[in-house]
């Protein structure tokens, strides 16, 4: 196949759009693989059995998308949407190659990497739903790189679509004309031919070149067991052979192809990929973290100019893991090693707490993809967990120098000058929330953001006109930190389920933060450590205080249970002492030996408090930090 007759496309979709039904109807369309007769394939099925199961609805299928994205990446049960298909139209025969991109959030940046390999895509939109938050910002990413996008409404089959409203919502949100966007229903198949004939038609071929060095972009990977890494890339120049040495520019590393081809759906060998093919590679790379979405590859003593603007994924959320049995360090460690085999973008570093004993620090790139992980240690490992609370990467400014801290227990205490603190920053996110219907929640939302410290909010219609039952987009920046706690679920409550979220990075700026350590008994307990906002300690003490007093075991004596800022107590709580009845068995009478007895209690209780440290059992972390 020459340049000329190839295509690169993603499908841009918000979760649920119907991606998957439209992959599967393009690739019967052109006979590589077979029509189903029950119409339905086991994907989709698979998937709603687990909607069903967990009760999922609304913002949570983002959840579920991820989930089944980052299970693909760990199994090979459920298919890569990475496909190469040969369509003839007037004799002609072209090969398109449909690339996968994950649908979520905290994958932004993977998914700019997987469009670097395209030339085109479809921006696919539900027809009875309209456009989402997240197309939107996968859509702006797909028009920076220069991508040709040819809008697709779906669902037009169902009595509940209003295509002429939701090419008027394209129009405005996308300045897309109306005359451009293709109608079709991938579960039925209609308008799935025009989808072929715009793809050939409107999408430019990959301008590579034969006789170049190799060069071969890394956009995605998978991890099987018995081979290892499974690459896929797209051949920008050069021809990529089996058994070439190639060099990876970002490690350096060299590796030899032991195998090549392409996925049709399934792995098919070809031996070698030509300029603008794309295609599959295994060559001997053993873990994850080795394929670094974005990554040139060249020929071994050929360099070559890598893609610009190459950044390794960065860690934005970060969380330490303890066993519940301090015993079980080593099989939780073992079991989170095996599961970073198969996702890359999870950090790891060992992390021992007084109160928690040994445990791992570990970094993700938003809290879904913490939850996933979590949830996948629990149901494959079989892990008995405890999960601090969520952190973000802070950036703690002193005269000389710079320090990144992503752990409570070592940011500096900011209220003592001796610290020589100067600023502290922290991230931002550029935030947009698509509320469909009804508006009247548009106050309550605006309420919700500004509770979680929002500026520069603004919001516009996305229907022109029909202000009372339209769709709003609200924009506005917020702190990483306020969205990694309850942000997602309490917009979820206010918009009962409608709105849609999305985030990108909009980099640090400096804030009025502290840390807040729980005392027990006068002693500091590291694992419970907060960093939060001043305006909000004084809240966030009460509650946290509150709620270790329901859950901690009452003791044989009075403990004080504070929150601090500095030397600040803020919030203060006493848990009353457990009282052993001592005059148990003594009768009337026996006053001064009943006396004498309390007495005694009294005395041994001040010593106890003196020295007693007070047991914190696992379970009431467990609950403390399981709770929001
Ligand atoms: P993720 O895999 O989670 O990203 O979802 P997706 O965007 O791939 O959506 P998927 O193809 O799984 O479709 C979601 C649901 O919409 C499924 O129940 C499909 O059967 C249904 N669906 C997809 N296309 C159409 C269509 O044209 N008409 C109708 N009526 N239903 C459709």
């Not at 040709?148 to 009595?159: A, G, Q």
């Not at 599961?339 to 109160?355: F, G, K, W």
């Given at each position: 196949f020459p340049c000329d007759v190839i295509r690169n496309f993603s499908i841009i979709a918000h979760i649920d759009h119907g991606k998957s039904t439209l992959a599967d109807r393009l690739l019967e369309l052109t006979g590589t693989i077979q029509k189903k007769t029950s119409g339905n394939n086991q994907q989709v099925l698979d998937k709603l059995k687990v909607e069903r199961e967990r009760g999922i609805t609304g913002l949570e299928y983002s959840f579920v998308g991820l989930y089944f994205w980052l299970m693909k990446c760990a199994t090979q049960t459920v298919k890569a949407q990475t496909a190469s298909m040969v369509h003839t139209v007037d004799g002609k025969s072209h090969l398109l190659n449909l690339i996968d991109t994950p649908g979520h959030v905290d994958f932004a940046w993977e998914v700019s990497r997987s469009l670097a390999a395209c030339q085109g895509a479809l921006l696919l939109v539900d027809a009875t739903q309209g456009v989402q938050a997240q197309s939107i910002s996968v859509f702006h990413v797909a028009k920076e790189r220069g991508l040709e996008i040819i809008p697709v409404l779906n669902k037009?089959?169902?009595?509940?679509?209003?295509p002429e409203r939701i090419a008027a919502q394209m129009q405005s949100t996308f300045g897309i004309d109306p005359s451009n966007i293709l109608q079709i229903s991938a579960k039925t198949g209609k308008g799935v031919e025009a989808v072929l004939q715009a793809i050939i038609e409107r999408i430019p071929p990959p301008k590579g070149v034969t006789d170049k060095p190799l060069k071969a972009f890394l956009f995605d990977s998978l991890y099987d067991r018995y081979r290892g890494v499974i690459s896929l890339i797209n051949v920008q120049d050069g021809i990529l052979r089996k058994g070439d040495k190639i060099t990876s520019c970002h490690t350096r590393k060299r590796y030899e192809v032991t195998e090549v081809g392409i996925m049709h759906p399934e792995e098919v060998h070809t031996g070698t990929l030509q300029p603008g093919q794309v295609g599959f590679i295994a060559c001997n790379m053993k873990e994850s973290s080795e394929a670094h979405i974005g990554d040139t590859l060249h020929r071994t003593g050929e360099p070559v100019d890598s893609m610009p603007g190459f950044q390794p994924t960065k860690a934005m959320v970060y969380a330490g893991i303890f066993p519940v049995d301090s015993n079980d360090f080593i099989k939780l460690e073992e079991s989170i090693k095996r599961l970073t085999l198969t996702d890359r973008s999870v950090t790891i570093q060992r992390e021992s707490s007084t109160a928690l004993g040994q445990g791992c620090r570990l970094g993700f790139l938003g809290t879904l993809h913490m939850d996933v992980f979590r949830q996948r240690l629990e149901d494959e490992y079989d892990a008995n967990i405890i999960i601090t609370a969520p952190t973000v990467p802070y950036k703690v400014i002193y005269r000389d120098r710079t320090v990144m801290i992503s752990n409570p227990t070592e940011f500096p205490d900011v209220t003592d000058p001796a610290s020589k603190v100067k600023e502290v920053q922290e991230p931002i996110v550029k935030a947009s929330i698509i509320h469909?219907?009804?508006?009247?929640?548009l106050g309550e939302m605006m309420d919700l953001c500004f509770s979680h410290r929002a500026e520069d909010l603004d919001h516009r219609y996305l229907d022109s006109g029909t202000a009372l039952s339209s769709r709003a987009i609200l924009t506005c920046t917020l702190p990483l930190s306020e969205i990694v706690t309850d942000f997602f679920d309490q917009l979820k409550g206010r918009s009962s389920g409608f709105a849609s979220f999305d985030y990108e990075d909009a980099g640090y700026r400096a804030s009025n933060l502290a840390k807040m350590v729980f005392l027990l008994n006068g002693k500091p307990v590291d694992a419970l450590a907060l960093i939060v906002h001043r305006s909000a300690q004084q809240n966030i003490g009460r509650i946290w205080v509150k709620k270790l007093h329901k859950v901690i075991p009452r003791q044989l004596f009075e403990v004080p249970i504070q929150a601090a800022v500095g030397k600040k107590i803020i919030a203060r709580e006493n848990l009353s002492a457990l009282r052993a009845d001592v005059t148990a068995g003594l009768y009337g009478g026996h006053y001064e030996r009943k006396m004498k007895h309390l007495e005694n209690q009294k005395e041994g209780k001040r010593r106890m408090k003196k020295f007693g440290t007070v047991e914190l059992p696992q379970e009431a972390f467990f609950d403390i930090l399981g709770s929001k």
């Amino acid at each position: 196949f020459p340049c000329d007759v190839i295509r690169n496309f993603s499908i841009i979709a918000h979760i649920d759009h119907g991606k998957s039904t439209l992959a599967d109807r393009l690739l019967e369309l052109t006979g590589t693989i077979q029509k189903k007769t029950s119409g339905n394939n086991q994907q989709v099925l698979d998937k709603l059995k687990v909607e069903r199961e967990r009760g999922i609805t609304g913002l949570e299928y983002s959840f579920v998308g991820l989930y089944f994205w980052l299970m693909k990446c760990a199994t090979q049960t459920v298919k890569a949407q990475t496909a190469s298909m040969v369509h003839t139209v007037d004799g002609k025969s072209h090969l398109l190659n449909l690339i996968d991109t994950p649908g979520h959030v905290d994958f932004a940046w993977e998914v700019s990497r997987s469009l670097a390999a395209c030339q085109g895509a479809l921006l696919l939109v539900d027809a009875t739903q309209g456009v989402q938050a997240q197309s939107i910002s996968v859509f702006h990413v797909a028009k920076e790189r220069g991508l040709e996008i040819i809008p697709v409404l779906n669902k037009i089959d169902l009595p509940a679509s209003q295509p002429e409203r939701i090419a008027a919502q394209m129009q405005s949100t996308f300045g897309i004309d109306p005359s451009n966007i293709l109608q079709i229903s991938a579960k039925t198949g209609k308008g799935v031919e025009a989808v072929l004939q715009a793809i050939i038609e409107r999408i430019p071929p990959p301008k590579g070149v034969t006789d170049k060095p190799l060069k071969a972009f890394l956009f995605d990977s998978l991890y099987d067991r018995y081979r290892g890494v499974i690459s896929l890339i797209n051949v920008q120049d050069g021809i990529l052979r089996k058994g070439d040495k190639i060099t990876s520019c970002h490690t350096r590393k060299r590796y030899e192809v032991t195998e090549v081809g392409i996925m049709h759906p399934e792995e098919v060998h070809t031996g070698t990929l030509q300029p603008g093919q794309v295609g599959f590679i295994a060559c001997n790379m053993k873990e994850s973290s080795e394929a670094h979405i974005g990554d040139t590859l060249h020929r071994t003593g050929e360099p070559v100019d890598s893609m610009p603007g190459f950044q390794p994924t960065k860690a934005m959320v970060y969380a330490g893991i303890f066993p519940v049995d301090s015993n079980d360090f080593i099989k939780l460690e073992e079991s989170i090693k095996r599961l970073t085999l198969t996702d890359r973008s999870v950090t790891i570093q060992r992390e021992s707490s007084t109160a928690l004993g040994q445990g791992c620090r570990l970094g993700f790139l938003g809290t879904l993809h913490m939850d996933v992980f979590r949830q996948r240690l629990e149901d494959e490992y079989d892990a008995n967990i405890i999960i601090t609370a969520p952190t973000v990467p802070y950036k703690v400014i002193y005269r000389d120098r710079t320090v990144m801290i992503s752990n409570p227990t070592e940011f500096p205490d900011v209220t003592d000058p001796a610290s020589k603190v100067k600023e502290v920053q922290e991230p931002i996110v550029k935030a947009s929330i698509i509320h469909t219907y009804p508006t009247e929640h548009l106050g309550e939302m605006m309420d919700l953001c500004f509770s979680h410290r929002a500026e520069d909010l603004d919001h516009r219609y996305l229907d022109s006109g029909t202000a009372l039952s339209s769709r709003a987009i609200l924009t506005c920046t917020l702190p990483l930190s306020e969205i990694v706690t309850d942000f997602f679920d309490q917009l979820k409550g206010r918009s009962s389920g409608f709105a849609s979220f999305d985030y990108e990075d909009a980099g640090y700026r400096a804030s009025n933060l502290a840390k807040m350590v729980f005392l027990l008994n006068g002693k500091p307990v590291d694992a419970l450590a907060l960093i939060v906002h001043r305006s909000a300690q004084q809240n966030i003490g009460r509650i946290w205080v509150k709620k270790l007093h329901k859950v901690i075991p009452r003791q044989l004596f009075e403990v004080p249970i504070q929150a601090a800022v500095g030397k600040k107590i803020i919030a203060r709580e006493n848990l009353s002492a457990l009282r052993a009845d001592v005059t148990a068995g003594l009768y009337g009478g026996h006053y001064e030996r009943k006396m004498k007895h309390l007495e005694n209690q009294k005395e041994g209780k001040r010593r106890m408090k003196k020295f007693g440290t007070v047991e914190l059992p696992q379970e009431a972390f467990f609950d403390i930090l399981g709770s929001k």
